[in-house]
């Protein structure tokens, strides 16, 4: 049984299309707004951003501890969340 | 240097890449993130870039012929006439407590055997006494403390003092057990008749 969630798996299980950005692993209702506040409404907008990080994990993860006030867990989740959509969809 | 937010994208770019720091485009969303990065770097590399220079510095000043440097009392002045030559730990240029010049005559270094205990103070201190290697500094009338003279400032793993002890220890040991060796004084080769 692997470590990811259950919102994980449905998350990378299929194309995003316009999902919420509270759909993403890791962000949960909190995160979500500080989010949408700053733009990032939509999971595909996060998306766009981790792509503009090169898809690169560290970078990201610390670019949303910024951005929302994430934790390490939750931020390190969404890094996965997303590079594992990117290897099946991207 | 000139504050981050000045700077153009393109500098931006080119200042992640000195520092080695891999980024995508710099764009509104990501520029914060990067200028944060190159802070973090600069700050690191400038407290990198100290290094505490002076005892490299010190040791070169060893080098010179005449030691113009004063020592801590730890050491006596030679002149108590102790009689047997001093066994100065040789020549650590490590330690710099020395008494000032007039003990040392290092202007003769040549002397390599040792036999000139002529002068009072007979402290040489060349590299060329090879019999003064520098064992327990023990002929001290001061009381020598010298064995921290020179490595007080190091540090170690395992305490000085302790090192001292385990190796007394060890050859206690040794001297015990060849003591206790069977006498070799019979003739081994007896013919076996």
Request: aromatic share 10%; with cysteine; glycine share 6%.
């Amino acid at each position: 049984m692997s470590t990811t969630s259950q919102k994980h798996r449905d998350f990378v299980a299929e194309p995003m299309g316009d999902k919420p950005v509270t759909a993403l692993s890791g962000i949960g209702e909190v995160l979500g707004n500080k989010l949408e506040e700053q733009g990032f409404d939509r999971a595909f907008v996060v998306l766009g951003q981790y792509l503009l990080l090169r898809k690169d994990g560290e970078l990201f993860t610390e670019w949303l501890k910024d951005t929302s006030g994430a934790n390490t867990r939750n931020a390190t989740s969404c890094s996965q969340c997303l590079r594992e959509w990117c290897d099946s969809f991207l | 240097m000139a504050t981050l937010r000045s700077k153009s994208d393109q500098e931006i770019m080119e200042l992640l890449d000195e520092y080695g720091i891999k980024h995508g485009p710099i764009v509104d969303t990501t520029r914060p993130l990067y200028e944060k990065k190159l802070k973090e770097a600069m700050a690191k590399d400038k407290k990198v870039t100290k290094p505490s220079s002076d005892k490299t510095f010190y040791r070169e000043e060893q080098e010179e012929v005449t030691y113009v440097t004063y020592r801590t009392p730890v050491i006596s002045e030679g002149p108590s006439g102790d009689g047997k030559p001093y066994m100065r730990s040789r020549p650590e240029y490590s330690e710099r407590d020395f008494v000032d010049e007039k003990l040392y005559s290092r202007s003769r270094p040549e002397y390599s055997s040792g036999r000139q205990y002529i002068d009072e103070p007979h402290v040489y201190n060349t590299p060329s006494y090879s019999s003064y290697s520098k064992p327990t500094p023990v002929v001290k009338s001061g009381g020598g403390v010298v064995k921290d003279e020179k490595t007080e400032s190091s540090e170690r793993l395992v305490p000085l003092w302790i090192q001292f002890l385990v190796f007394l220890i060890v050859a206690g040991f040794l001297y015990f057990i060849f003591i206790n060796m069977e006498s070799v004084e019979s003739n081994p080769f007896n013919r076996i008749q």
